[in-house]
């Protein structure tokens, strides 16, 4: 069965644009979440959807919001980027929470310069 | 407020040792836990998971431990090799209500497994 894919793999974008990111899950898994890791905060949770609904989300400005297709894939945005958006966002499906292990993506790298 | 705790930055063991890293929670809502290991710019791979119903849980040279009234929980790798060097992140979950599909992690220990 194959992984969880995120694309791109890389971006670098500049302040004030913004971008959106692809996650894909393992198949037959209904619910990503996404994470942003960087060195000062560890790994954060953005937010979470299930069914294309979004049930769960962190404590991260409204410039970043999400949605999930019907097919489970999900794209994340963030607009008016900031220098400290720098990081590395991963996504990670599971079957269905509670209590379902989470499989993680290979993460997308973003710079914003 | 950090509510999952890795004291340990890094530990270094040598090759066929046991290695031992360590987590601690505060929030006793969490019923369940995982570990993840990490390379720099990939993302985590899940290794062993436990249920706050049991103890113990193993999986081949792994087996993670939980003591509830301690709020604790260990990975221990045994024998450990060279190939196990890397980011381990011990994470934490809730059944349900806000906590839909969020996974609280630790701030990771650096394992470094010498031959």
């Known amino acids: 069965k194959a992984g969880v894919t995120q694309t791109p793999r890389y971006l670098i974008k500049t302040r004030g644009q913004q971008v959106t990111l692809s996650c894909s899950p393992i198949s037959g898994h209904r619910s990503v979440s996404w994470y942003q890791q960087t060195p000062g905060q560890g790994l954060q949770f953005l937010f979470e959807y299930f069914s294309e609904t979004q049930r769960n989300k962190g404590n991260f400005p409204g410039r970043f919001s999400g949605r999930q297709f019907s097919n489970s894939r999900s794209e994340m945005n963030v607009s008016t980027l900031e220098l400290g958006d720098s990081a590395l966002y991963l996504c990670?499906?599971?079957?269905?929470?509670?209590?379902?292990?989470?499989?993680f993506g290979p993460g997308t790298r973003l710079l914003v310069l | 407020d950090q509510q999952v705790k890795q004291n340990s930055p890094s530990l270094s063991v040598q090759e066929g040792r046991i290695s031992i890293l360590n987590c601690d929670y505060t929030?006793?809502?969490?019923?369940?836990f995982l570990w993840y290991k990490k390379y720099p710019a990939e993302g985590p791979t899940f290794l062993i998971s436990?249920?706050?119903?049991?103890d113990k849980n193993e999986d081949g040279r792994f087996t993670v431990f939980l003591n509830k009234s301690a709020k604790h929980l260990s990975l221990h790798i045994v024998p450990s090799q060279p190939g196990d060097s890397a980011v381990y992140f011990c994470?934490?979950?809730?059944?349900?209500?806000?906590?839909?599909?969020?996974?609280?992690f630790g701030q990771g220990t650096i394992l470094t497994v010498h031959p």
């Open positions: 994470a934490a979950s809730r059944a349900g209500g806000t906590s839909y599909g969020k996974l609280t």
């Open positions: 990670a499906s599971s079957l269905a929470p509670p209590q379902e292990t989470q499989y």
């Open positions: 929030n006793s809502m969490f019923d369940y």
């Open positions: 436990i249920s706050s119903i049991k």
